[in-house]
């Protein structure tokens, strides 16, 4: 069986339990209710060997996968601030996931990042 669908056949439990991650001194600041995370992929089917790999090595930031509606994304981490969440874009950036990018959250609904942003006064 090839490692895809071994990783695939494990579901959930393939990922490290989340881990609290504090990139800079800054990280939670908000009230809590606002945090920011790294989309790391998006994908309606199989998720390509080059990109698990990568996906995995990020899984002790915290790895969030959900589905909906026959797709299955992918985030990391949970910070305070957007510019600490950038910062693990910038490295995810460089390990080869470019169509990464910063999403928001208030209260576990998603939001838009600049109304994130503009609650929060960054």
Do not use: C, H, W
């Not at 510019?83 to 939001?111: C, H, M, P, T």
């Amino acid at each position: 069986m090839n490692e895809a669908a071994t990783i695939a056949q494990q579901g959930p439990n393939v990922f490290a339990k989340e881990a609290p991650v504090t990139v800079g001194a800054s990280s939670n600041t908000n009230n809590g209710n606002i945090v920011f995370r790294v989309q790391v992929g998006a994908y309606r089917q199989e998720v390509p060997l080059s990109d698990v790999k990568i996906i995995l090595s990020l899984s002790n930031l915290g790895l969030d996968v959900q589905q909906n509606e026959g797709l299955t994304t992918y985030t990391v981490g949970r910070y305070g601030t957007y510019n600490d969440a950038k910062q693990v874009l910038d490295r995810v950036k460089g390990q080869g996931l470019n169509g990464a990018f910063v999403v928001s959250f208030e209260n576990g609904k998603k939001i838009e990042v600049q109304e994130a942003l503009r609650k929060l006064g960054q």
